[in-house]
Nanobody, 126 residues
């Protein structure tokens, strides 16, 4: 079964940047679409970005479009989330998740994902 480990979280100032990594093991990353989700205290988990198996198709939540970039390197079994122009409302626990979606079925619905990482905390504050 695919196992995922996130890293790269931390404290950033508003307007700053962070890059999150999601490293996979136990299975072939290239067989999975990967989603990034986040959850802020007292709020529901929300989908942030998705990338298909090959990396050629991506999707973003409206709140992060133009600021975040998702990418993947299947040879390194790693998916990245580059976060620029960070805002305090980007604060939360960030998770990556794997699902065997096609381009047509990629979704921000968390129920469809088979494997989840433990998450990494992102705090945006001055």
């Amino acid at each position: 079964q695919l196992q995922l480990v996130e890293s790269g979280g931390g404290l950033a100032q508003p307007g700053g940047s962070l890059r999150l990594s999601c490293v996979a093991s136990g299975d072939t990353l290239a067989d999975y679409a990967i989603g990034w989700f986040r959850q802020a205290p007292g709020k529901e988990r929300e989908g942030v970005s998705i990338i298909n198996k090959s990396g050629g198709t991506t999707n973003y939540a409206k709140s992060v479009k133009g600021r975040f970039t998702i990418s993947r390197d299947n040879a390194k079994n790693t998916v990245y989330l580059q976060m620029n122009s960070l805002k305090p409302e980007d604060t939360g626990f960030y998770y990556c998740a794997a699902g065997q979606f096609t381009i047509a079925t990629m979704t921000f619905q968390a129920d469809g994902y088979q494997s989840w990482g433990q998450g990494t905390q992102v705090t945006v504050s001055s």
